[in-house]
């Protein structure tokens, strides 16, 4: 039987490369038992360097070397040719060798960054962590939402080490050059009775904040993992934050605004779309509540949305809000005290929330009572976080006297309010539940548990009563600014 050679040794070229195939002695019924075979061509030029050809014609580069600790000789994979050129596999050899003779063995390497975990991967155990530490899961599934939508399609698939600050510039570019989607959905909704669409007031609207969210939650994931030794190097450092091309919101209502809004929504009919009659404010008196619920607290709207009825204490004496950690965004229970103001718009909310149940379940055996302070279309949980924000997209148009605003705009309106009534900026700031307070020193983080209610119940009930001035025409009446402590 004639011995098929199954090795050569020559100066690799790029065209060499791509002219090699496996002997053609093993492509005609396989007299040899070639099959399992392949065809190794050494680089002269490269020590160690090999192009492995199969009989299919699958080439890949390798590299020999022999380990320093016990002398045993190794083979180590660069990759498959043309997805790695002859030059880079050259380089790569080079560093292979460099590294065995100082004592290093590189295919172990290699064996840890196949078993590394991709990205996606790594932000399933971060949201599980986040999780068990009890951070807030509106705010993780607002993560998931962008991991799903911006991150995973882009490094989701790549190996945690193979991150470069080229693939998450390459992502942030992407969400930065994107425009607001619901620009298209108005194009898509019936237009209004005169003709137009609210299309125009999304047209062309870059996504700035949602670029820093991306960026801010990208960061975090990866240098959690830093923490843990999955990661050596953090690709996000040097890395400019996308943050530096936008400016803080600073948008506040002024008082005449204050009270157009709050007679807009004071007119907003109970009942949903179907039932309205013409001319009705577009937004129902449940979320028209909410939106001044977070007006009279300065809490965040999808805090308030998704209250629960057992977070509620409407004593008479000191009624109060208790938002678990589990819902507060920065994962720390936070008591809000209630004035006058609010726990008459809760018990409106309440005799809403019953009224609309008896109605649901009329026809049922079982009259369950709600369990959420605004709920659901379907009566089966809370209002959903961002409902409000959408109820204000459709209703803009119909409240005349104020400029355009959004729903977080509400609490910093308050918190402005407060700052105007002379309270102290850490007593807004717990009114508020800034994470940065809690860890503005040591001494706030670890020491200082005082949770300031008696001092958030003052403030907001002055809060309550100037905008019971506001409201009624008569803005300052009966309050008198404090000294700031």
């Given at each position: 039987?004639?011995?098929?050679?199954?090795?050569?040794?020559?100066?690799?070229?790029?065209?060499?490369?791509?002219?090699?195939?496996?002997?053609?002695?093993?492509?005609?019924?396989?007299?040899?038992?070639?099959?399992?075979?392949?065809?190794?061509?050494?680089?002269?030029?490269?020590?160690?360097?090999?192009?492995?050809?199969?009989?299919?014609?699958?080439?890949?580069?390798?590299?020999?070397?022999?380990?320093?600790?016990?002398?045993?000789?190794?083979?180590?994979?660069?990759?498959?040719?043309?997805?790695?050129?002859?030059?880079?596999?050259?380089?790569?050899?080079?560093?292979?060798?460099?590294?065995?003779?100082?004592?290093?063995?590189?295919?172990?390497?290699?064996?840890?960054?196949?078993?590394?975990?991709?990205?996606?991967?790594?932000?399933?155990?971060?949201?599980?962590?986040?999780?068990?530490?009890?951070?807030?899961?509106?705010?993780?599934?607002?993560?998931?939402?962008?991991?799903?939508?911006?991150?995973?399609?882009?490094?989701?698939?790549?190996?945690?080490?193979?991150?470069?600050?080229?693939?998450?510039?390459?992502?942030?570019?992407?969400?930065?050059?994107?425009?607001?989607?619901?620009?298209?959905?108005?194009?898509?909704?019936?237009?209004?009775?005169?003709?137009?669409?609210?299309?125009?007031?999304?047209?062309?609207?870059?996504?700035?904040?949602?670029?820093?969210?991306?960026?801010?939650?990208?960061?975090?994931?990866?240098?959690?993992?830093?923490?843990?030794?999955?990661?050596?190097?953090?690709?996000?450092?040097?890395?400019?934050?996308?943050?530096?091309?936008?400016?803080?919101?600073?948008?506040?209502?002024?008082?005449?605004?204050?009270?157009?809004l709050w007679s807009a929504l004071e007119a907003a009919p109970i009942v949903s779309p179907p039932k309205r009659q013409e001319g009705d404010f577009p937004m129902t008196r449940a979320t028209a509540l909410a939106m001044q619920l977070a007006l009279v607290t300065g809490q965040r709207i999808g805090e308030v949305a998704e209250t629960a009825v057992a977070e509620l204490s409407?004593?008479?004496?000191?009624?109060?809000?208790?938002?678990?950690?589990?819902?507060?965004?920065?994962?720390?229970?936070?008591?809000?005290?209630?004035?006058?103001?609010?726990?008459?718009?809760?018990?409106?909310?309440?005799?809403?929330?019953?009224?609309?149940?008896?109605?649901?379940?009329?026809?049922?055996?079982?009259?369950?009572?709600?369990?959420?302070?605004?709920?659901?279309?379907?009566?089966?949980?809370?209002?959903?976080?961002?409902?409000?924000?959408?109820?204000?997209?459709?209703?803009?148009?119909?409240?005349?006297?104020?400029?355009?605003?959004?729903?977080?705009?509400?609490?910093?309106?308050?918190?402005?309010?407060?700052?105007?009534?002379?309270?102290?900026?850490?007593?807004?700031?717990?009114?508020?539940?800034?994470?940065?307070?809690?860890?503005?020193?040591?001494?706030?983080?670890?020491?200082?548990?005082?949770?300031?209610?008696?001092?958030?119940?003052?403030?907001?009930?002055?809060?309550?009563?100037?905008?019971?001035?506001?409201?009624?025409?008569?803005?300052?009446?009966?309050?008198?600014?404090?000294?700031?402590?």
């Amino acid at each position: 039987m004639t011995k098929v050679k199954l090795s050569a040794r020559t100066r690799l070229t790029d065209r060499a490369c791509a002219t090699a195939t496996f002997p053609s002695e093993a492509m005609k019924g396989d007299p040899y038992g070639l099959k399992d075979k392949r065809f190794e061509i050494r680089d002269t030029k490269c020590e160690g360097l090999e192009l492995r050809i199969t009989p299919t014609g699958s080439k890949t580069w390798v590299v020999r070397y022999r380990r320093k600790s016990d002398g045993t000789k190794r083979t180590m994979t660069l990759g498959r040719y043309p997805d790695k050129s002859l030059e880079d596999a050259r380089i790569e050899a080079d560093k292979a060798r460099i590294a065995a003779g100082d004592g290093a063995d590189p295919a172990a390497g290699v064996q840890e960054r196949k078993a590394a975990p991709t990205f996606a991967d790594t932000a399933e155990l971060w949201l599980a962590h986040k999780r068990q530490k009890g951070r807030s899961e509106r705010s993780l599934r607002d993560v998931e939402s962008m991991l799903r939508v911006h991150i995973n399609p882009i490094i989701g698939h790549m190996k945690l080490p193979e991150i470069r600050r080229r693939d998450l510039a390459r992502m942030l570019d992407g969400v930065d050059s994107k425009t607001d989607g619901r620009a298209e959905l108005a194009k898509r909704r019936k237009p209004n009775a005169d003709g137009t669409t609210k299309a125009s007031a999304y047209e062309g609207r870059k996504l700035t904040q949602r670029t820093n969210h991306v960026f801010a939650w990208t960061r975090a994931i990866v240098r959690w993992a830093l923490s843990r030794d999955m990661l050596e190097i953090d690709p996000t450092s040097g890395l400019k934050s996308p943050a530096d091309q936008s400016q803080p919101r600073d948008r506040v209502l002024s008082p005449d605004e204050i009270k157009a809004l709050w007679s807009a929504l004071e007119a907003a009919p109970i009942v949903s779309p179907p039932k309205r009659q013409e001319g009705d404010f577009p937004m129902t008196r449940a979320t028209a509540l909410a939106m001044q619920l977070a007006l009279v607290t300065g809490q965040r709207i999808g805090e308030v949305a998704e209250t629960a009825v057992a977070e509620l204490s409407l004593n008479d004496v000191a009624p109060l809000w208790t938002i678990p950690k589990e819902r507060a965004k920065n994962g720390r229970k936070h008591e809000v005290p209630l004035s006058p103001l609010a726990v008459r718009l809760i018990r409106e909310a309440l005799a809403l929330g019953e009224a609309r149940f008896a109605t649901f379940y009329d026809d049922k055996l079982q009259k369950p009572k709600p369990t959420h302070l605004f709920s659901s279309a379907n009566c089966d949980g809370s209002m959903h976080a961002h409902a409000p924000t959408r109820a204000l997209g459709r209703a803009r148009g119909s409240i005349e006297g104020v400029e355009r605003f959004n729903v977080h705009d509400l609490r910093r309106t308050c918190a402005t309010q407060l700052g105007e009534l002379g309270v102290s900026p850490h007593v807004i700031s717990a009114v508020l539940n800034h994470v940065s307070t809690a860890r503005a020193s040591i001494t706030q983080a670890v020491y200082n548990k005082h949770t300031y209610t008696a001092e958030k119940r003052d403030a907001l009930e002055r809060w309550g009563r100037r905008l019971d001035g506001i409201v009624a025409g008569s803005e300052g009446a009966n309050v008198v600014a404090m000294k700031r402590s």
